[in-house]
């Protein structure tokens, strides 16, 4: 056994750390911790990533990892090296996040009075302002909830903790807050700022400063990077990157109240943006009305449609897009871009669109790789394959074949999709093959090409399979 021994602390009330505290004033009360850790276990957590030199202690039936990670044996033990490599720059959240638009239901032991109650609707209000596409609530109900907040009571400096990170789409579920901090009569002013950070924790970030946590903590042990620990410490694009004064994931606090920095809000909007566009994928005639939801509160709203020149309508403002088709000619891809401004970052949020009936032109004619490498369809047996380009706007088509005089000699039925087999196979001899495609704004002209029908039975083959045109 390795033994390991940390964090020998002069503590008094005025605690400063998220999850742990440091101070230099004297008091009549010492805590001590001798924690003897398997070495297996410090082993998993090295291998992981985590930093074991600090902050790792024996807790209920498993372990607090970097003061304010709780974890248990069977947690440990399957915890995977982040493939990628150690972090890198501030800010960070983990590999894994919470999915979808979700309503995020959060449990608060009603052990704690009113003020922590208070304290906790605080905490939800800042991360619901921001407009995610998680949004917090309360429920009464802890057996139904995705996060539950309980009270412990112990005599230590360790203020709370999360339950690690997400999983499979998940928040981490448990959070636990210290009474002996953390009540009605202390009223500390940390109190909503901490509910906030352990939320943080379970939704996917890590602490702003994890790479050097003497930034907040003030404390210098023989390694105060907090280091991948198994999850990822990824950087989120426009953060600083170094440590933030104020942020509400630094990993201790100075028991102030510390709502979200603005790159706090640029962390979390980059994370969990909630922007959506609502309106149809088809912009056949007419105005057709597009909005962005889920815009931060102070955010600018612009927005832009490439190619331009496919509208002779671009109305609308802010959050609303109101597009009308140059022509009943246009058919084309077009995207709409929705660009939100928050602090200086410009946040994009794209559709695709298509506008009029399927293209006829030679970029959407129908492939003819199935035959094209040899030049033919074979007449010899029931089948032969054929596909349109891999484009959206083909929701089903139809084939027809002509002979080289113009009579149609079979039109099938119409298929969905873009893909299909000619199932008449006519006697050897060439003739033409047309399809056309249909969408949500109309049936395409038939477009198609020459091409031979040989006995492949008895080999041979002939002709280049013709040009590739309207016919």
Known sequence: MKKKTHLKLIVRTTIISTLLFFTFSCTDSEVVYTNEIPQEIIASLEKAGFATEEGLREFRDGYL??????LTRDQIEVLVPNEEGHPTTEQYRTNNLVSGFRTIRVFMDPDFGNFMQNAFDDALARYNALNLRLTFVRTLNQNNSDISIEAFFENSITLGFSAGSPSGGNPARNIGLNTLYYSDVAARPDAATTIAHEIGHAVGFRHTDFMNRAFSCGVVELNNDEGDAGVGA?????????????SWML??????????????????????????INGNTFVCSGNNTFTLTHVPQGGTVTWQVTPANILNQNTGNGTTAVLTPASNLVSTEATLTFSVVINGVTFNS?????????????????????????????????????????????????????????????????RTGRSGTATYTPPAGWYIFQARATNACGTSQWIGTEVEYVDCSIGGGGGDGGEEGEL
């Not at 990892?65 to 709780?70: G, H, N």
């Not at 990824?234 to 104020?246: L, M, S």
Request: with cysteine; net charge negative.
């Open 65 to 70: 990892v970097e003061t304010d990670i709780y």
């Open 234 to 246: 990824n950087h989120i694009p426009n953060t600083p990157v170094g440590p933030e004064a104020g």
């Open 251 to 276: 990993a201790c606090s100075n028991n102030t109240n510390r709502p979200f920095t603005n790159a706090d809000q640029i962390a979390l909007i980059d994370t969990y943006a909630g922007l959506v």
């Open 350 to 414: 794209t559709k695709d669109i298509w506008v009029g009936k399927p293209d006829v032109g030679p970029d959407a004619q129908f492939s003819n790789d199935p035959y094209g490498s040899t030049g033919y369809f074979c007449s010899s047996h029931y089948g032969n394959t054929y596909s349109f380009p891999d484009a959206f706007e083909i929701s089903s088509h139809q084939y027809r074949l002509k002979n080289l005089s113009g009579t149609v000699l079979y039109t099938s039925s119409i």
